[in-house]
């Protein structure tokens, strides 16, 4: 048997130190191991002391560690009291002694090691109360499959001190099972334990092990001391190979690094009539809002990553995916007078959605008992037109008075002009027909009622209302608001009749490809306009141009939903088209008549605006009997001038002083309606050919003055 270290260690200290007893005294008595040794003795002496003085048990094999230093420097110090070595060579045979005990008793080793004690300091053997230990499950009272559990587990080593009480088999499943941990001693928490410990366990892949906390139940303990561990390679082999919708959408979508992370599938929906599938889903957690990248949805779900067939809506915490066969909205919505005739609220089916619902906007503001703006955007050939169609035959149903103003004459508004009661196409048309809806807030201000005789504000549906509710359309509006004759009177009487006309029953309905300031769009007017409408904005030209349109109407701008020029599905592999140097299919449906709506709750629809048919009768749509102003507005109207046909040419004074004729009082004539707005304004007019020299107030103006110089 090899001799323990310990007790090498000591005998060598032994050895060493007997030789250094002996001559130091001698040679050097004021040395500084003799004053080492000595306070080493004083040590042994103090631990001696304490010894004697606690007693009791052990107390023997205490006196017994110090005494090698104590005797140390006894030695020492009779070394260095004899004379020489002393008689008979004392001091060696002292240090001789004292080694030779040291080595024979060992009392640092010996009595630091169990089992190894001497017989002095071995206490008298006491019967001592066993450790207190959970019983554990008798094994006759457990199924087989339990007993195999902990057999594999008590194989592993019991991973984080655990053990195994029970196991179940999943139904079905030949390898399935849970097994149901508890922590080896009571009262502690499981802690350490991982998938992969359990995995090593069972001989399976750590990705089919899952683990998860047991919950208090009656008749059984739960808690941090508990653990359930379901083991899962069948299922998860076929779940690999054939998963469901709700197992994919857990995998693939639900996932942090998935299209809708922290959501759950509620239920899928296959409606085969409309050829569209439904996902609807919610997210884990109710105080969380749903972050969907749709692109990522896409690929989790297996669908092709197309704006044209795949549809997001927000509701809340919950969201549905729509995924369509064919693009929802390239199909026709035809216009018809049921879906275009107002209900009592003033509103009317302008359209429908991806889902097939209706959208519906209004004629008129009745919670607000006024008239209804309407703000209407979108790029050439996106359906606006088709809109003011549908739009001016709803408030004609609901027996409205409609003008039309373009800056050039078209086919489609010369068609409408049938059906309204006045339409032009010219910025001069457009000045006289917002002067003469601004002087009419003044003449209707002033109008009895016939049931007491007074004037009150406009109230929707009130049939004792003396007049009918006037809408006002511009389209190209920012055209018309940098001509440089009549733009100036264009936005300045716009912007005053979107703040003033609703309360008189005038709506302003301006249309064109941007709603910024510089186009003449002002600040008060897209307040209002958006304030007192459902905004529509058709095709912009890209997604930046569509946020940047509806910015301030809804709670998130970057929620607008995108408008491709062309709805077209995607076929077969551009991998394989470019190896191959084959074209890309042309199958792309154009997205005229496709918009979004700001609803009054600042959310987005996407929709198809419904579709009137120029080239037929619209007579199917519109009501046989055209509305027009009162006799009385039009009395008044001529009063002031503003009331003859606008297609005529610039009367001389209408819009700016008339120059002097040289009838001697030196002072310009004006042809003023009496309202303001027929006179005193900033430009002259040449008495030969009705051409204006305006003044220079903005960059639009110096740069249209320049380029109509003759001789530059």
Request: charged letters at 25%; hydrophobic letters at 40%; a neutral charge.
């Amino acid at each position: 048997m090899s001799t323990p270290r310990s007790v090498a260690l000591e005998r060598l200290a032994y050895t060493l130190a007997a030789p250094v007893l002996a001559v130091a005294p001698n040679i050097t008595p004021d040395s500084p191991v003799n004053q080492v040794v000595q306070l080493a003795g004083a040590a042994g002496v103090g631990g001696w002391v304490l010894a004697y003085r606690d007693g009791g048990q052990g107390a023997g094999r205490k006196l017994l560690r110090w005494s090698p230093l104590v005797l140390a420097a006894a030695v020492d110090v009779a070394a260095k009291s004899t004379t020489g070595w002393g008689p008979w060579w004392l001091d060696g045979l002292l240090a001789t002694s004292w080694a030779a005990a040291g080595l024979f008793v060992l009392p640092f080793s010996r009595h630091a090691r169990s089992r190894h004690r001497p017989a002095l300091a071995t206490p008298a053997p006491q019967l001592q109360p066993a450790p207190a230990t959970e019983a554990l499950p008798a094994p006759d009272n457990t199924d087989v499959l339990t007993r195999g559990a902990r057999l594999l587990w008590e194989a592993a080593g019991m991973p984080a001190r655990t053990h195994i009480v029970k196991a179940d088999r999943h139904e079905d499943m030949q390898f399935d099972l849970t097994i149901l941990l508890r922590a080896s001693e009571t009262g502690r928490p499981i802690t350490g334990l991982s998938e992969a410990a359990v995995a090593a366990a069972f001989g399976v892949d750590a990705g089919d092990v899952t683990l998860a906390d047991v919950a208090i139940q009656p008749g059984r303990q739960g808690g941090p001391g508990w653990m359930e561990a379901h083991i899962t390679p069948e299922a998860n082999a076929r779940r690999r190979k054939a998963p469901t919708a709700q197992e994919r959408w857990t995998d693939k979508v639900a996932g942090p690094k998935g299209g809708a992370p922290g959501s759950v599938l509620v239920h899928t929906t296959r409606d085969t009539v409309r050829g569209v599938t439904f996902y609807r889903a919610k997210m884990a957690d109710t105080t969380e809002t749903p972050r969907i990248d749709l692109a990522k949805v896409c690929r989790g779900l297996g669908l092709p990553e197309d704006d044209s067939c795949v549809f997001v809506l927000i509701d809340g915490t919950e969201f549905l995916i729509s995924a369509f066969d064919e693009p929802p909205l390239s199909r026709i919505f035809t216009a018809t007078r049921e879906l275009l005739t107002p209900d009592a609220k003033g509103m009317y089916v302008c359209g429908f959605t991806i889902t097939g619902q209706p959208v519906k906007t209004m004629v008129y503001q009745r919670d607000k008992n006024a008239a209804a703006h309407g703000l209407i955007l979108g790029v050439s050939r996106s359906g606006k037109t088709q809109y003011f169609a549908i739009n001016m035959a709803a408030q004609s149903l609901n027996g409205q008075v409609v003008w039309l103003s373009t800056v050039r004459k078209d086919e489609k508004t010369t068609v409408l002009g049938k059906y309204i009661d006045r339409q032009g196409s010219n910025a001069l048309w457009m000045a006289r027909s917002l002067r003469a809806a601004k002087a009419l807030c003044e003449i209707r201000a002033e109008m009895p009622w016939t049931h007491d005789g007074q004037p009150h504000d406009y109230k929707p549906g009130d049939p004792r209302c003396p007049y009918r509710q006037l809408n006002v359309y511009a389209d190209e509006f920012m055209t018309a608001a940098q001509d440089t004759l009549f733009g100036e009177f264009i936005q300045k009487d716009g912007d005053d009749l979107t703040v003033t006309g609703l309360k008189y029953g005038i709506g302003f309905n301006p249309a064109g490809q941007s709603p910024f300031a510089h186009n003449g769009f002002s600040t008060e007017m897209k307040d209002n306009l958006r304030q007192n409408s459902r905004p529509i904005t058709f095709n912009m030209g890209s997604p930046g141009a569509t946020r940047k349109a509806v910015e301030g109407t809804m709670e998130n701008a970057f929620d607008v939903p995108t408008i491709p020029a062309r709805y077209s599905r995607s076929e077969g592999s551009e991998i394989e088209r470019a190896i191959k140097g084959e074209a890309a299919p042309e199958n792309g449906v154009s997205t005229g008549g496709v918009a979004v709506m700001v609803l009054d709750n600042g959310r987005a629809v996407l929709m198809r605006s419904l579709y009137a048919d120029f080239d037929t009768d619209l007579a199917g749509i519109f009501p046989d009997q055209v509305h027009r102003l009162t006799d009385h507005e039009i009395r008044e109207l001529e009063k002031r001038g503003l009331w003859f046909d606008w297609n005529e040419p610039v009367r001389p004074g209408e819009f700016w002083p008339e120059p002097d004729d040289g009838d001697g009082d030196g002072k310009p004539r004006r042809r003023s309606g009496g309202d303001g707005s027929g006179g005193g304004g900033k430009r002259r007019i040449k008495s030969a050919d009705h051409r204006a020299e305006p003044q220079v107030t903005s960059p639009q103006q110096a740069l249209a003055a320049i380029k109509s110089l003759n001789n530059a």
